[in-house]
């Protein structure tokens, strides 16, 4: 496959229409119909449906554009590191949904800025096991992780900065009244909790005996649809105390577990993996700052 040929189809996709993309190109449209045509019979299979006005993918089309997008962003961001200068060009990091995490890297991306002025960030916010990904296949230099997570296969530095666990409830909930939630407060209730299996570990280890009597209608990966479907009535979500903040919604609170239960956060990169000098750079950086806690 050609990179260009994959971008011909990206396009396609994103227009939805030949016709269209064509123009976009500045190609005609027999060349693209025939680049296309060359795509399907290379893989040996179909990956779009020709309608008179739109195209639809196929199931093999869905999976084509999203190896292609990855591909493609790959080639970018290899092109853009081959071509840098020195300590300029890009450092592509993902991060958790978090405050916490949006405060540290906002320090260290000031820091870096004032005196690396020519490089840029991209940042892509997403659960860990995202992240974690695209890290394995190049496409982040730089995680930046909420506890807990596994970060075996990985060099990590875990930070000083801890954020408290608790529940995101309605203002008129006759819990709100309270400075803390125990265990037995959240027995019979509805909880939504996040889809990582790694937090309800922590969740199973934190209520122990009353974890098997808890409730849990709902699980999430991002945490706005936690909150969404708490300010609906739906239940009470186990989150971060900085998910408040995301939400801004102005009928919502936060209140404590208790014991208290808290969770840090982690950079993670690949092992033995050879970055350019930027990104070297920016993980010299990060090393300066947090070397005590390098596990």
Not at 71 to 88: A, C
Not at 186 to 205: H, Y
Request: charged fraction near 25%; proline fraction near 2%.
């Amino acid at each position: 496959m050609k990179i260009r040929v994959l971008r011909y189809f990206l396009t396609v996709v994103r227009e939805g229409n030949i016709t269209r993309a064509a123009e976009t190109l500045h190609i005609t449209q027999p060349t693209l119909s025939r680049q296309l045509k060359q795509l399907e019979e290379e893989l040996d299979t179909q990956l779009i449906v020709r309608g008179k006005r739109e195209i639809k993918l196929t199931e093999a089309g869905r999976l084509l554009v999203k190896r292609a997008e990855e591909i493609i962003s790959l080639v970018n961001k290899t092109e853009s590191e081959i071509t840098s200068d020195l300590v300029t060009g890009q450092v592509s990091i993902g991060s958790g949904e978090s405050v916490m995490t949006s405060q540290v890297l906002s320090r260290l991306i000031k820091k870096f800025h004032s005196k690396y002025p020519r490089v840029k960030f991209d940042l892509f916010t997403g659960n860990a096991s995202d992240i974690k990904e695209k890290v394995d296949k190049g496409l982040l230099d730089i995680g930046l992780l909420i506890n807990p997570v596994d970060t075996e296969k990985y060099y990590s530095i875990e930070l000083e900065e801890k954020e408290q666990w608790g529940i995101l409830l309605l203002k008129d909930d006759p819990l709100a009244a309270r400075k803390v939630i125990k265990a037995e407060d959240l027995i019979d209730e509805n909880l939504i909790i996040s889809r990582r299996s790694i937090i309800e570990n922590k969740m199973a280890n934190f209520f122990a005996g009353s974890f098997s009597e808890l409730n849990f209608i709902a699980t999430y990966n991002l945490i706005y649809n936690a909150l969404t479907m708490v300010e609906s009535g739906l239940g009470y979500a186990l989150a971060l105390e900085s998910s408040i903040k995301i939400g801004q919604s102005n009928k919502i609170c936060f209140r404590p577990l208790s014991p208290e239960l808290n969770s840090s956060c982690v950079f993670i990169w690949k092992n033995k993996q050879i970055f350019n000098s930027t990104a070297s750079a920016f993980i010299d950086l990060i090393k300066n700052e947090y070397l005590t806690f390098i596990k």
